[in-house]
């Protein structure tokens, strides 16, 4: 679900394959910057309220 929300966040579709792997984490990593969340590469509540609910941005 991760690799396919992240395209609502402004990143090309990532490809579906159930990995956590290199392009996700800098998915990740460059949404929490953009956001101004603490940048750990880890997809805590914010980000996940981010993506699942991009119309209504952050915290929602």
Same mark, same amino acid.
């Given at each position: 679900? !991760?690799?396919? +929300? *992240?395209r609502?966040?402004?990143f090309?579709p !990532?490809?579906?394959?159930?990995?956590? @792997? #290199?392009? $996700?984490?800098?998915a990740?990593? *460059? $949404?929490?910057?953009k956001?101004?969340? $603490?940048?750990?590469?880890?997809? @805590? #509540? +914010?980000?996940?309220? !981010?993506?699942?609910?991009? +119309?209504? @941005?952050?915290? @929602?």
């Amino acid at each position: 679900m !991760l690799n396919f +929300q *992240a395209r609502y966040v402004g990143f090309a579709p !990532l490809a579906v394959d159930n990995s956590f @792997g #290199p392009a $996700t984490y800098n998915a990740v990593v *460059a $949404t929490q910057r953009k956001w101004n969340f $603490t940048v750990d590469g880890i997809v @805590g #509540p +914010q980000v996940w309220s !981010l993506i699942c609910y991009p +119309q209504m @941005g952050p915290g @929602g």
